[in-house]
């Protein structure tokens, strides 16, 4: 049976507790819709958004207590996300997990980060500036999911400043 130091690591045996586990941090980011989905996905697994992103992954989703961020909790705070804010969600792997995602982004030709994001069911998604095509894409794609989340979607656009 592992032990487990105060940091949360695991060993597989009392004579590997010494060892320290070597973690990295990968931020994807991620529109306020898509957190809002993530947040959605996590609540129903019981798990936190980093821990869900994990598992979407294919990966343990263990929550390196306090070394991931949980973000913004579900509230009457997801209120003043809207659609399109731009946001982040770190998660903490192994190093021999990184070189896994890393390996397998690779393969499908896409950065680790972008790899987790369509692990997640997003697009790739390299810019969205505003005034192009893929950001209308992205708006589009936005009050969709929106629709699919059973919100509405003209309470997540800010309105236009005339």
Not at 22 to 51: C, F, M
Not at 109 to 131: A, D, E, H, K, M
């Amino acid at each position: 049976m592992g032990t487990t130091s105060g940091r949360g690591d695991v060993a597989a045996c009392p004579e590997e507790a010494s060892v320290a586990i070597k973690r990295k941090s990968v931020t994807i980011s991620v529109n306020g819709v898509e957190y809002l989905e993530l947040d959605a996905g996590a609540r129903q697994a019981s798990l936190t958004i980093p821990a869900y992103v994990r598992a979407r992954c294919g990966l343990e989703p263990w929550s390196a207590r306090g070394r991931e961020m949980h973000g913004r909790a579900h509230s009457a705070n997801c209120r003043t996300v809207t659609a399109l804010d731009r946001l982040g969600v770190t998660i903490t792997v192994t190093e021999a997990e990184r070189a896994d995602l890393e390996a397998r982004a690779t393969a499908a030709g896409l950065s680790i980060s972008q790899y987790i994001r369509t692990r997640c069911g997003f697009q790739v998604r390299w810019t969205s500036l505003p005034n192009t095509e893929e950001r209308d894409r992205e708006e589009d794609d936005a009050w969709e999911r929106l629709r699919r989340l059973g919100l509405t979607p003209e309470e997540y656009f800010p309105e236009e400043s005339a």
